[in-house]
């Protein structure tokens, strides 16, 4: 694996580890801070620019009690000064008092900065079914 892969693949895990740490000071890290940054959370809206994006974090994490990823079939892309990951998430959450187990299907793209990789988009959506071998 090249250098910059490895520094995505760090920047990844750095986004679940803050996650689950429920640390908005180190998902701040994660994300960069601009107007262009997007975040779609499972049934939530487009969030755009990093003050909607940051307030999401804050609302999720003041929320939640607990949560922990297992993440699976991941896939990691780099291409110049961007970069993507694509993965399952299978989260257990407890979130006001009630645990849940889900599937999240989730796209994060990177860009590089100077000090490092930095969040421009996270999406993520629910896993709905299986697709058919009809589609």
Known sequence: MTGARLDVEEANARFYR?????????????????????????GWPLLAG???VRASWEAIFHNTGEIRF????????????????T??????SQVRGRVSVTSVIATNIFQREAD???????????????PTADA
Do not use: Y
Not at 21 to 36: F, I, Q, R, T
């Open 18 to 42: 803050a996650f689950e740490a429920l640390d908005l000071a180190e998902m701040e890290k994660v994300w960069a801070h601009g107007e262009h940054v997007k975040c779609v959370h499972p």
């Open 50 to 52: 990093w003050d909607n």
């Open 70 to 85: 297992t993440v699976g079939d991941v896939q990691l892309a780099v291409s110049g000064s961007l970069a993507w990951v």
């Open 87 to 92: 993965c399952t998430e299978n989260i257990l």
């Open 116 to 130: 490092g990789w930095r969040m421009v988009l996270h999406h993520a959506s629910h896993v709905v079914g299986s």
